[in-house]
C-alpha cells in the first residue's frame, strides 16, 4: 500500500501543481514565509498541493472560495506539519469559511448543572473529527501583517494537532523521543505562571487568552513559535524548547 500512497501523491503533484505565480506572490506577500529557506517554501509548496488535493474547502454567508484564498489557508496549515507528516490532518475533510468573525449560541451547564445560553463571536473553531471553521476577514488581516502571537489559522490547526490524541488538552501526540514528563512540566509551570500574573495584573508578552485553559495554551504559544518566536524563548523558553522538538523546527534561527 506504501507504493501506491507515494504512486498518488506523485500523481498530484505533477497533474494538480499550486500555480506558480500565485504562489510566488503568497511566499513574497505574507510575511509568516519569510523565514523559510527556499527548499523548505519548495516542500511547502508540495504539502500545501497535497491538502488542497485532499481537503474540501466551502463559504457560507455568500463567500465564494477561490484557488487563491484556499491556497492562503493551506500554506499556513501545512506550516504547521512542514517536519512532520499530512498524515496529522487526517480524520476530517472540511474547511468553512465565514466572509466575517461568526456567531455561534450553545447552552452552558454549570458546576451545579444550570443550564444557560452562551453566545460567542469567533474568529475561528476546531471541531474534533470534523470541520475547521475561519473568518476570512481574519485570515487576510493576519497574512498581510505578522501579528506577534495572533494568526487564526495556526490557531485552529494547531487544536488538529492537539486532538490527535482524543480531545484538545494541551497534550498532542509527542514523538517517540520526547519525554513526556519534560513536556507536562514546561506546559504546566508557564501555564500556571500566566494565570498568576494575570491574578496579580502584571503584564505579560503572552496573549491573556493563553491562560483559558491547557488547550488554548497550546494553541497560543504554536502562533507565537511561528510568528513571533522570540518573544515564545523570552518569555517561556522551556516550552519554546519543547515546541521545537514537536514540530521540528527551529524558526528563531532562521533570519
Given at each position: 500500500?506504501?507504493?501506491?500512497?507515494?504512486?498518488?501523491?506523485?500523481?498530484?503533484l505533477k497533474?494538480?501543481?499550486?500555480?506558480?505565480?500565485?504562489?510566488?506572490?503568497?511566499?513574497?506577500?505574507?510575511?509568516?514565509?519569510?523565514?523559510?529557506?527556499?527548499?523548505e517554501?519548495?516542500?511547502?509548496?508540495?504539502?500545501a498541493?497535497?491538502?488542497?488535493?485532499?481537503?474540501?474547502?466551502?463559504?457560507?454567508?455568500?463567500l465564494?472560495?477561490?484557488t487563491?484564498?484556499a491556497?492562503?489557508?493551506?500554506?499556513?496549515?501545512?506550516?504547521?506539519?512542514?517536519?512532520?507528516?499530512?498524515?496529522?490532518?487526517?480524520?476530517?475533510?472540511?474547511?468553512?469559511?465565514?466572509?466575517?468573525?461568526?456567531?455561534?449560541?450553545?447552552?452552558?451547564?454549570?458546576?451545579?448543572?444550570?443550564?444557560?445560553?452562551?453566545?460567542?463571536?469567533?474568529?475561528g473553531?476546531?471541531?474534533?473529527?470534523?470541520?475547521?471553521?475561519?473568518?476570512w476577514?481574519?485570515?487576510?488581516?493576519?497574512?498581510?501583517?505578522?501579528?506577534?502571537?495572533?494568526?487564526v489559522?495556526?490557531?485552529?490547526?494547531?487544536?488538529?494537532?492537539?486532538?490527535?490524541?482524543?480531545?484538545?488538552?494541551?497534550?498532542?501526540?509527542?514523538?517517540a523521543e520526547?519525554v513526556?514528563?519534560?513536556?507536562?512540566?514546561?506546559?504546566?509551570?508557564?501555564?500556571?505562571?500566566?494565570q498568576?500574573?494575570?491574578?496579580?495584573?502584571?503584564?505579560?508578552?503572552?496573549?491573556?487568552?493563553?491562560?483559558?485553559?491547557?488547550?488554548?495554551?497550546?494553541?497560543?504559544?504554536?502562533e507565537?513559535?511561528?510568528?513571533a518566536?522570540?518573544?515564545?524563548?523570552?518569555?517561556?523558553?522551556?516550552?519554546?524548547?519543547?515546541?521545537?522538538?514537536?514540530?521540528r523546527?527551529?524558526?528563531?534561527?532562521?533570519?
Amino acid at each position: 500500500m506504501k507504493w501506491f500512497e507515494r504512486l498518488r501523491i506523485r500523481h498530484t503533484l505533477k497533474h494538480h501543481p499550486v500555480p506558480h505565480d500565485m504562489w510566488k506572490k503568497l511566499m513574497h506577500e505574507a510575511p509568516l514565509f519569510q523565514r523559510l529557506s527556499s527548499l523548505e517554501r519548495a516542500h511547502l509548496r508540495a504539502l500545501a498541493t497535497l491538502f488542497l488535493h485532499r481537503k474540501t474547502f466551502t463559504g457560507v454567508q455568500g463567500l465564494t472560495v477561490s484557488t487563491e484564498m484556499a491556497l492562503a489557508v493551506a500554506a499556513q496549515a501545512c506550516l504547521l506539519i512542514l517536519k512532520l507528516d499530512l498524515d496529522y490532518y487526517d480524520g476530517w475533510i472540511e474547511i468553512v469559511l465565514y466572509p466575517e468573525a461568526f456567531r455561534v449560541e450553545r447552552e452552558r451547564i454549570d458546576a451545579v448543572g444550570l443550564v444557560s445560553d452562551d453566545s460567542r463571536v469567533l474568529s475561528g473553531e476546531s471541531w474534533s473529527h470534523g470541520a475547521v471553521i475561519l473568518s476570512w476577514a481574519d485570515v487576510v488581516a493576519e497574512l498581510g501583517i505578522c501579528y506577534p502571537g495572533r494568526n487564526v489559522v495556526l490557531h485552529e490547526f494547531a487544536h488538529k494537532l492537539d486532538m490527535l490524541n482524543g480531545s484538545a488538552n494541551g497534550m498532542p501526540a509527542l514523538h517517540a523521543e520526547m519525554v513526556w514528563a519534560q513536556w507536562t512540566a514546561a506546559f504546566s509551570d508557564a501555564f500556571d505562571h500566566l494565570q498568576q500574573q494575570l491574578i496579580e495584573q502584571q503584564h505579560s508578552l503572552l496573549n491573556p487568552y493563553a491562560a483559558t485553559d491547557p488547550a488554548e495554551f497550546f494553541a497560543v504559544v504554536s502562533e507565537y513559535f511561528f510568528t513571533a518566536p522570540e518573544v515564545l524563548l523570552e518569555q517561556c523558553p522551556e516550552v519554546y524548547a519543547q515546541l521545537v522538538l514537536f514540530y521540528r523546527q527551529v524558526p528563531i534561527f532562521k533570519a
